[in-house]
């Protein structure tokens, strides 16, 4: 069962959900963005789903429906105390929306042919996406209006992750073997983005970046072929795990991962229809789905 999109959320406490970047490559408006009840073992009943979205005009999308179809990043975020989420999509939708109520708070197309692959909100509203084929970080001024378009850009090849810091004030970004910490500088209005260090990975093909939650010093990475978590303190790989193409990887605030990886039998090379956990281990299945990532639904940037 599927909730309308936008339909309001069952409440649940801040990281207990999973979001899900549900795509449909032969069926754009088909496509949701899924948050799931992990709780509930069998995701192919309607208790597991307590909210779906997709862009319409009666959300305030009308005029970027054709950017969605295949959605590529989602975060639950807090905007002057009220829930919001940030979604991107590689069809070029990048977007800031109510939650539950899904309604349109910002919108821009950002351009199928860059993929906008990831998406971030930072705390005075402005948003950040990495676009792989763009090879770009930007930070537009969302802060200013619903269509707000100005931005500040730096130049990242393969550019796949952002990640707002809130400790140390930067914004990291992925791509390739190079995560950077990028400096926000100017105005609300008029964003800069300068680099202040780098950090080169052991591998690359850098595909996913988040925090790990509850450890305000580490991030998650994932490459092609492993898995890292990255002290930010001392810009320096802590953890290896040999996992390779983890298309996503999020943990809860009590450690436990949450993992998307590619599954034989889905229409695309990079989908699933199912979700990992490790530690402790499970897995949950929704069929049919198209699933490229899942995210701890959390409004804690670490």
């Not at 309308?4 to 032969?26: E, K, M, S, V």
Request: charged content about 15%; some cysteine; hydrophobic content about 40%.
């Amino acid at each position: 069962m599927q909730l309308p999109a936008g339909a309001a959320a069952r409440p649940a406490a801040d990281g207990d959900l999973i979001a899900l970047t549900d795509q449909r490559f032969d069926n754009p408006s088909a496509a949701r963005l899924r948050v799931m009840n992990p709780a509930v073992a069998n995701w192919n009943t309607g208790a597991a789903q307590t909210w779906s979205w997709s862009p319409t005009a009666a959300n305030g999308f009308g005029d970027l429906t054709s950017a969605w179809g295949l959605p590529s990043d989602a975060k639950l975020r807090l905007k002057s105390g009220s829930s919001v989420a940030v979604v991107a999509d590689s069809n070029g939708l990048a977007a800031l929306i109510s939650y539950p109520a899904g309604q349109r708070i910002w919108g821009v197309n950002v351009g199928a042919s860059n993929n906008p692959h990831s998406i971030e909100m930072l705390p005075n509203g402005n948003v950040a996406v990495a676009a792989s084929a763009g090879g770009f970080i930007r930070l537009y001024n969302a802060s200013q209006g619903s269509s707000s378009a100005g931005y500040a850009s730096y130049a990242l090849p393969d550019a796949h992750g952002v990640q707002w810091d809130p400790t140390r004030k930067v914004l990291w970004a992925l791509g390739g073997d190079q995560l950077v910490a990028l400096t926000v500088g100017g105005t609300a209005a008029a964003p800069t983005l300068s680099e202040q260090n780098t950090i080169t990975l052991p591998t690359g093909g850098g595909h996913d970046l988040s925090p790990v939650l509850a450890n305000h010093d580490r991030l998650w990475v994932s490459t092609g072929s492993k898995v890292y978590q990255v002290s930010k303190s001392s810009r320096k790989v802590v953890a290896t795990y040999d996992q390779a193409g983890i298309k996503s990887i999020t943990s809860k605030a009590n450690g436990q991962q949450v993992r998307t990886s590619p599954k034989s039998g889905c229409r695309t090379s990079w989908c699933t229809d199912t979700v990992s956990f490790a530690s402790p281990a499970a897995t949950r299945t929704l069929t049919g789905a198209e699933i490229y990532k899942a995210r701890v639904w959390s409004s804690h940037y670490e």
